[in-house]
């Protein structure tokens, strides 16, 4: 059994996180929060879980935008090309080709 870090303990952790999240990595950060994950207070827990989801949010979100975009870029695509063939249709219709 685990036992929940002390006020010690979670500041000596909290200051290793900043120091950690200013000169490591993403994958040390996880790493490091993923070791003492399960003696974090359930608050704490809490905020890191809300957090992550907020993260997961926000890149879908983004993820959702750039695909609308490449939709939006694609059907502007295809109706300019639809009108350049009507015009060329139109165009050896009239005999100009």
Do not use: C, W
Request: zero cysteines.
């Amino acid at each position: 059994m685990t036992t929940t870090m002390n006020k010690e303990e979670l500041g000596a952790f909290y200051d290793k996180l900043a120091e950690l999240t200013e000169h490591g990595t993403e994958g040390d950060v996880r790493t490091y929060v993923d070791h003492y994950y399960p003696r974090l207070p359930e608050t704490v827990r809490n905020e890191i879980l809300f957090g992550a989801l907020a993260d997961a949010v926000h890149d879908l979100a983004r993820e959702e935008a750039a695909v609308e975009q490449v939709i939006e870029e694609g059907l502007s695509a295809a109706e300019a090309l639809q009108q350049a063939k009507e015009q060329i249709q139109r165009s050896q219709k009239n005999g100009l080709t």
